[in-house]
């Protein structure tokens, strides 16, 4: 049997495992920031060049985290992985690592706040970055040059579940040789196929559903080898981004059930989507999965699913959708996604307060957008909760 070709829910309980001299069934945490060594000698060789299963500080690497970033990495497609402390660690990892003073960028509009502060960052320090609207690739077109070092974004937005079409942007990327930078946290590993369509790295927070009980942050950037030991993994073990070997540990139990729990979800949320469209309260609902969404085809053609995310516009503005958040039972007001427990948020007053108005409106965000991420509850009781809120 070839190992390779198992199911990604083979590989999301199998991959990456080591096991110690005992044997044991559970992925062990091997809670320790250093390695003892037997000889002066050999910590001098291990310093030298660090081979395989030989670890010297956990800041550079560790056994747990070893086997959490082998394990995503295979999920993924891709040759290796470095996880961090956070998402926010992951994708300020990934561009500081390939962008220095006069390096150009280009990133999609639509991004999540912390993204888009990045790229300000990048900005201070030279970097110069382009926005474009990542739906039209005429504008990734005039916006990519000759010597463009990446292009960056959310394959589908947060929060208004915009979809990027990943294998025309990477062609477009690919033609002046700039690296193709996915943030996949609403596609998800489940629904993924980023690096078959043309990423070179690709990102995901796992505080969201790779952890899926909101219980830990943690992040991870999947790429080549070189990408992830020679290019990213230097800065960020010197920059302090490794993640916490218990975090590491969380993920791995979390990624043996991510296929059940996540297909769940979309399911319930495509039954959500289904029942609350043409709702009188709702002047819009959004949901890859649902015929009418501008990017139907390409979301069922790049991911099979229209995920486990719903954008809705209440009417009445910002005072009707808290109305609404405010009389939910069973959905809870917070702002992670990806969780067990279904989530609703209001993006204006939280996630993307630190825009400007206009910058808001021009991303869709108006006053009564609520983004609801749903959980393993029954669809019926969330539907049930939305209804009675709603009405
Ligand atoms: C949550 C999120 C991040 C940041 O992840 P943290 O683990 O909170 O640092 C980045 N991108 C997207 C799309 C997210 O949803």
Same mark, same amino acid.
């Given at each position: 049997m070839n190992k390779r070709n198992l199911h990604k829910r083979s590989l999301a309980v199998h991959a990456g495992t080591r096991r110690s001299q005992y044997g044991e069934m559970a992925e062990a945490m091997f809670m320790t920031q250093g390695f003892a060594y037997d000889t002066a000698e050999q910590a001098q060789a291990r310093f030298e060049k660090v081979g395989e299963d030989e670890f010297i500080y956990a800041r550079y690497g560790n056994p747990t985290n070893r086997m959490f970033e082998d394990r995503i990495a295979a999920l993924e497609g891709t040759e290796d992985a470095f996880a961090t402390t956070s998402g926010m660690a992951a994708v300020n990892g990934a561009l500081m690592a390939v962008c220095q003073q006069g390096s150009h960028v280009v990133a999609a509009r639509a991004l999540f706040g912390s993204n888009l502060y990045i790229f300000d960052v990048l900005r201070r320090f030279g970097v110069e970055v382009t926005l474009v609207d990542g739906t039209d690739l005429d504008q990734w077109r005039a916006a990519v *040059?000759?010597?463009?070092?990446a292009v960056f974004f959310e394959?589908?937005?947060?929060?208004?579940l915009e979809v990027i079409d990943i294998a025309a942007v990477a062609d477009i990327a690919h033609e002046v040789g700039a690296l193709v930078m996915v943030d996949n946290v609403f596609a998800t590993p489940v629904f993924s196929r980023a690096v078959e369509q043309g990423a070179d790295v690709v990102i995901y927070s796992t505080t969201k559903h790779i952890d899926g009980a909101g219980r830990a942050l943690g992040g991870v950037i999947c790429g080549t080898r070189h990408f992830v030991r020679e290019v990213a993994e230097p800065y960020l073990k010197h920059s302090g981004g490794a993640i916490s070997p218990f975090n590491s540990w969380l993920m791995l139990t979390g990624l043996t059930t991510m296929d059940l729990r996540v297909r769940a979800m979309a399911d319930s949320a495509e039954a959500i989507a289904n029942d609350l *469209?043409?709702?009188?309260?709702?002047?819009k609902l959004i949901y890859p999965g649902l015929p009418d969404h501008p990017q139907h085809d390409l979301a069922m053609s790049q991911m099979e699913s229209g995920g486990t995310m719903i954008a809705m516009e209440i009417v009445g503005g910002r005072d009707a959708a808290f109305e609404v958040l405010n009389r939910l039972e069973l959905i809870l007001i917070s702002n992670n996604l990806g969780d067990a427990k279904s989530i609703v948020t209001h993006?204006?007053?939280?996630?993307?307060?630190?825009?400007?108005e206009e910058d808001r409106l021009a991303l869709g965000i108006t006053s009564g957008l609520v983004r609801l991420s749903v959980g393993l509850e029954h669809p019926d009781d969330l539907i049930a909760d939305l209804r009675q809120a709603l009405e």
């Open positions: *040059r000759e010597g463009t070092v394959s589908v937005s947060n929060p208004t *469209r043409g709702h009188p309260k709702l002047s993006p204006t007053t939280t996630t993307h307060q630190r825009l400007s």
